[in-house]
C-alpha cells in the first residue's frame, strides 16, 4: 500500500517561495502519475498540477502557471511543487496523490477519481 507524506507547507508572505515534497513509502512512484491538489477554506478542493508517469509531461492549472513547477525524482521517490511569487489566493491545504499508470491529458489529470491514494496534506498560507 502506497502512502504518501507532503512536506514544506508554512507561513510565507506573498512573492515569497516554498517547495513542498511529497515522500512516497510501502511502493515505488515509477508507475504512478502524481498530481498536486488544494483546498482552500470553504472551496472545494482543486487540481494544481500534475507529471507524468515516465514522459515528462507536466500540467497546471491557469492560476499557477508561470509560477509553480512540479517535478519528481524516481530515484528520491519523491515530487516536489516549487511554489514562486506566492499569493494570498493559494492559501490552502496542499495534498498530493498517485494515480498507477494513469497517462494524463488537459482534461483529464485534474480528475480527483484517478487518483489511488493521497497524502494528508500540508497547510500553506500566504499572508502578510
Known amino acids: 500500500q502506497l502512502q504518501l507524506v507532503e512536506s514544506g507547507g508554512g507561513l510565507v508572505q506573498p512573492g515569497g517561495s516554498l517547495r513542498l515534497s511529497c515522500a512516497a513509502s510501502?511502493?515505488?512512484?515509477?508507475?504512478?502519475?502524481i498530481g498536486w491538489f488544494r483546498q482552500a477554506p470553504g472551496k472545494e478542493r482543486e487540481g494544481v498540477s500534475c507529471?507524468?508517469?515516465?514522459?515528462?509531461?507536466?500540467y497546471y492549472t491557469d492560476s499557477v502557471k508561470g509560477r509553480f513547477t512540479i517535478s519528481r525524482d524516481n530515484a528520491k521517490n519523491t515530487a516536489y511543487l516549487q511554489m514562486n511569487n506566492l499569493k494570498p489566493e493559494d492559501t490552502a491545504v496542499y495534498y498530493c496523490?498517485?494515480?498507477?499508470?494513469?497517462?494524463?491529458?488537459?482534461?483529464?489529470?485534474?480528475?480527483?477519481?484517478?487518483?489511488?491514494?493521497w497524502g494528508q496534506g500540508t497547510q500553506v498560507t500566504v499572508s502578510s
Open positions: 510501502g511502493g515505488t512512484l515509477d508507475f504512478y502519475a
Open positions: 507529471i507524468s508517469i515516465s514522459d515528462g509531461s507536466t
Open positions: 496523490a498517485a494515480a498507477e499508470y494513469f497517462a494524463p491529458y488537459d482534461n483529464t489529470w485534474p480528475a480527483q477519481d484517478a487518483y489511488d491514494y
